[in-house]
């Protein structure tokens, strides 16, 4: 498998690999679970239209028109663009009881999800900007 992909559709790399093609932030958030600092992600404040793909392998998660602002520091989205391209998981690390956020096809970690989002879904999936890639429509 020198592509990298397996036959369930999943991208599995090594560490090393991943060290290779990812920036220093988004492999801390993706493979190691950071958290990048409030209000400074870049993507936080943009607005321009288009789709965020996931920084590690490039499949759909999120879009635009789904991101509002919720003042929390991070890029906020009422729903993913494709349920299936996220995973959700119980998260307790920190103390806390989260639902973790994770890519479905590279097992990245995205962010976590709340149930204190706006209309119609209720929630908020709060993302490290570091774990997205905008792509202007
Ligand atoms: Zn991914």
Redesign the pocket.
Known sequence: MSDGKTTTGK?ERSEAEWRKELTPMQYAVLREKATERPFFGEYEHEQRKGIYV?A??G?TLFESDAKFDSGCGWPSFTAPAVASHVDEERDTSLGMVRTEVL?S??D?HLGHVFEDGPAPTGLRYCINSAALKLQPK
């Open positions: 991208v996931c590690g392998c499949q890519c096809k590279c990245g």
